[in-house]
């Protein structure tokens, strides 16, 4: 896994859009399967729009994990309190400080996705509505065993 960060940290800006635009692809795709050479581009075009909170990510992880790392070497005790602090609640400064990167990237991809949508075809539209119509038979199934 480091070594595919490492592998990130290597390329230009553009080359991290483009990878980060086709990372988001490949989930569209997985949903609403192959798109045809014209849409790709569209939709590769339209993900390297975002906004890129990779900075600000990497600043928030890497406090997350220097509480996680804190709490395991001293506060072993109170593992179960601190991990729920650390890893559940908004209220820990680097959590505060990502928010506004978090939220603004969040509002630019759903407008992103609402353009796309309107790019899909209904078939295509019919195969994610299939794919959630099994997720909920699952849900319901665990729900009840």
Do not use: C, M
Request: overall charge positive.
């Amino acid at each position: 896994k480091l070594e595919e960060y490492d592998e990130y940290l290597d390329k230009t800006p553009q080359q991290r859009s483009l990878y980060r635009a086709r990372q988001n692809l490949d989930r569209l795709e997985d949903w609403y399967g192959n798109f045809d050479d014209d849409l790709w581009e569209r939709v590769i075009t339209r993900f390297q729009q975002l906004p890129d909170i990779h900075q600000a990510l990497a600043k928030y992880r890497n406090a997350r994990h220097q509480a996680l790392i804190a709490v395991l070497e001293n506060k072993p005790d109170q593992i179960k309190r601190e991990l729920h602090r650390v890893l559940l609640n908004n209220d820990t400064k680097y959590a505060q400080e990502f928010e506004p990167a978090r939220k603004a990237y969040g509002l630019a991809y759903a407008a992103a996705f609402e353009e796309i949508n309107s790019w899909l075809s209904n078939k295509q539209r019919q195969k994610a509505v299939k794919k959630l119509r099994d997720y909920a038979q699952v849900a319901t199934r665990l729900s009840k065993s």
